[in-house]
């Protein structure tokens, strides 16, 4: 008779067994009813009882027309910040009760209060109005690069390794992509080899981390600047005495027949570049990886118990060698975006700090590519609607909006929207 498997995670929280209450935590029902009175104070405030907004949802190329929704502004404002602030007191009767709200409650919260925002904005502007569908589109493209670092962070940490270079590993990808790009004249060229500069710093990450046993922040913070250096001094004197080899190369939208005009839905998912579909695939293959197969078991054990991971034969060290060479060069592919998938030449320090924007979705999303995926979502769409807001001519200051998913995620460090727990042997060199 065969022992059964026992999960790496499972043993890390003998807590979670059936039958154990959920301990009672206030934290996040009370965070969620403070933003809620403040959008019900602050919106209402700002909106005028007089005014009405405009919410456009087709394009000309969808399936059928959907109506303008024009809705009077500051009803609106009201019924959606009352609907969150009930649903911040029903998360707060499950707390005492020791259960856990579903995942509809906070998606529901995010609605209701985002609708509000956008409704206030939208107030009053009779020649404009708030586009959703180019919103959402948006969103999911600005998030492209986030997703990438955040999926590169999620394979690493698992293993182990603490990858703070993900911030380098996408300036390389990008310059690289831009490159050899540009070298052949072809946009797709240079996305398939922004994953080998991406691989490269993760290598050298690996080996200091595994080999050196240097502390992995440290090397992190120092490839994130030296990539800095090396990309902005190739940037300053090769590509700009030779503009030949940093061109403005773009990757088509693909429109996918049939789906490409279902409306809203079909814009958003189904008219993208090619990057953006390889990142659909990268995301479910990651997360079948990472938590249904064999090699997923032993990234985890590793992360989680190293050394009884190779008490029972798993090469430990050789495991997050491997796995930080392939976050690498996941990070390295989104670094593509900045450059040949967005049309854009090289510049110096493009990344402009996504690398450890990507790290908080990470952390946010818990150290899962489905979580992560919905974590850097909200930083797009929170870029996106600052965008949007500035293009109807808001009152509201962009600052503010990109703040946004900066405050959600300290929230989520500090345990207000539920508890957050790193690999367990993260950072810390096996040594035999």
């Not at 809620?36 to 000309?60: H, I, P, Q, Y």
């Not at 930083?379 to 949007?388: E, I, P």
């Amino acid at each position: 008779m065969s022992a059964p498997v026992v999960e790496p995670d499972a043993l890390a929280h003998p807590e979670s067994g059936e039958g154990r209450k959920r301990p009672r935590s206030y934290k996040g029902p009370i965070a969620l009813g403070v933003i809620a009175l403040v959008a019900l104070v602050g919106l209402g405030f700002f909106t005028s009882s007089d005014t009405e907004t405009t919410f456009s949802f087709a394009k000309n190329s969808d399936f059928f027309t959907i109506p303008d929704l024009t809705v009077p502004s500051l009803m609106a404002v009201i019924v959606l910040t009352v609907i969150a602030l009930l649903l911040a007191v029903y998360s707060l009767v499950l707390a005492t009760n020791h259960r856990k709200p579903g995942i509809w409650l906070p998606v529901v919260y995010g609605i209701a209060i985002i609708g509000a925002l956008l409704t206030t904005a939208g107030a009053g502007r009779d020649n404009t109005s708030i586009q959703f569908t180019s919103l959402l589109t948006s969103s999911l493209f600005l998030a492209v690069p986030l997703v990438f670092g955040a999926l590169a962070g999620t394979i690493c940490e698992r293993s182990g390794i603490v990858n703070i270079a993900i911030e380098g590993q996408l300036l390389a990808g990008a310059f690289l992509a831009a490159l050899v790009g540009s070298m052949a004249g072809n946009a797709y060229i240079g996305m398939v080899v922004a994953p080998l500069a991406g691989a490269a710093v993760g290598a050298i990450l690996a080996v200091f981390a595994t080999k050196y046993w240097v502390d992995q922040i440290v090397v992190g913070v120092v490839l994130n600047l030296l990539v800095l250096g090396l990309t902005g001094f190739f940037f300053n004197t090769v590509m700009s005495d030779n503009p030949n080899l940093n061109q403005s190369l773009n990757m088509q939208s693909i429109d996918i027949p049939v789906l490409s005009s279902i409306p809203i839905i079909g814009p958003v998912l189904f008219q993208q570049n090619l990057l953006v579909y390889i990142l659909y695939v990268t995301v479910i293959v990651t997360q079948i990886m990472l938590f249904k197969s064999r090699w997923g078991l032993r990234v985890r054990a590793v992360g989680e118990h190293p050394k009884a991971a190779d008490t029972v034969g798993i090469k430990v060290n050789r495991t997050r060698l491997r796995n930080t060479i392939l976050g690498g060069a996941v990070a390295g592919l989104g670094g593509a975006f900045f450059t040949v998938a967005s049309g854009l030449a090289f510049g110096n320090n493009m990344s402009a700090g996504k690398g450890y924007i990507a790290l908080a979705a990470m952390i946010l999303g818990r150290w899962s590519p489905r979580g992560a995926l919905v974590a850097a979502l909200l930083f797009g769409f929170a870029d996106a609607l600052r965008v949007q807001l500035g293009i109807i001519g808001s009152d509201i200051p962009s600052e503010f909006l990109a703040m946004t998913p900066y405050l959600a995620t300290i929230l989520a460090v500090a345990g207000l929207v539920g508890h957050s727990r790193a690999p367990a042997a993260e950072n810390i060199p096996y040594k035999k």
